[in-house]
């Protein structure tokens, strides 16, 4: 008899996270096909109605970026850690779960600087991850240095950040959302800075998280290579 293999702690997260965006996924449409006659009645149908769309779209886009590691270590032939692959599977159920189907957002003061504070520092980690891995690999020919390292994984991060705005962009024009928060919650159009806010609040959190990740690493590295 075939003895059952033992889940390792990254793929119990996997299957959390992708069994909890599913059933979301699932959720979501019957309640667009078919809304309660309550919503329908409810002046506030259009707007219910936009935050379901949002929730479509979040659940979606999560269960395809939650392979992303996957991908990678395919493309370049490296193992990214079990730790970073379950922080980022806890980052898109608290992105995604908690903060759009639960509504996080609106639930919890600051959910989204907390998010963007933990995804800057996260994404650095990675890319630095992702650099140094090939530094020590004996198929690649690649050998930067500590500081081009930290340089790499700060604007990995940065980049990352940068590509969610435009989607949240993207998304508040084509689905006519709130993403980028440039209306408040009863329907006024900002103006200026004001509209600017949120936008620039979650750049400027990944750069910071992204730049304390970076500079702790590159001090770890220049440790190390001053010990070797």
């Known amino acids: 008899m075939t003895k059952l293999r033992k889940l390792t702690w990254k793929e119990v997260a996997g299957i959390i996270l992708f069994a909890t965006l599913l059933f979301s996924i699932g959720f979501t449409l019957y309640h667009l096909i078919a809304p309660p006659e309550s919503e329908l009645a409810s002046p506030d149908y259009e707007t219910i109605k936009s935050d379901r769309i949002l929730m479509l779209l979040q ?3 999560g269960l395809a970026v939650m392979f992303l590691p996957t991908l990678l270590e395919r493309k370049w032939s490296i193992g990214i850690p079990s730790y970073m692959c379950i922080l980022y599977y806890i980052f898109l159920f608290c992105a995604i779960y908690l903060g759009e189907v639960r509504n996080f957002y609106y639930l919890i003061p600051h959910w989204d600087t907390i998010l963007h504070t933990f995804s800057g520092g996260m994404l650095g980690a990675l890319g630095f991850t992702i650099v140094h891995m090939l530094n020590e690999s004996s198929r690649t020919r690649v050998n930067l240095s500590p500081f081009f390292v930290a340089i790499f994984a700060f604007s990995f991060a940065l980049a990352f950040g940068a590509i969610w705005e435009i989607y949240e962009f993207t998304c508040d024009g084509l689905f006519g959302l709130n993403m980028q928060k440039f ?3 009863s329907g006024v159009l900002l103006a200026g800075h004001a509209a ?3 936008t620039m609040k979650d750049l400027i ?5 992204a730049l304390i990740v970076s500079v ?3 001090l770890e590295l220049k440790k190390k290579d001053m010990k070797g």
Do not use: F, N, V
């Open 59 to 61: 659940c979606c886009l």
């Open 183 to 185: 209306r408040t919650a």
């Open 196 to 198: 600017l806010r949120d």
């Open 205 to 209: 959190t990944d750069a910071l998280s």
């Open 216 to 218: 702790i690493g590159y």
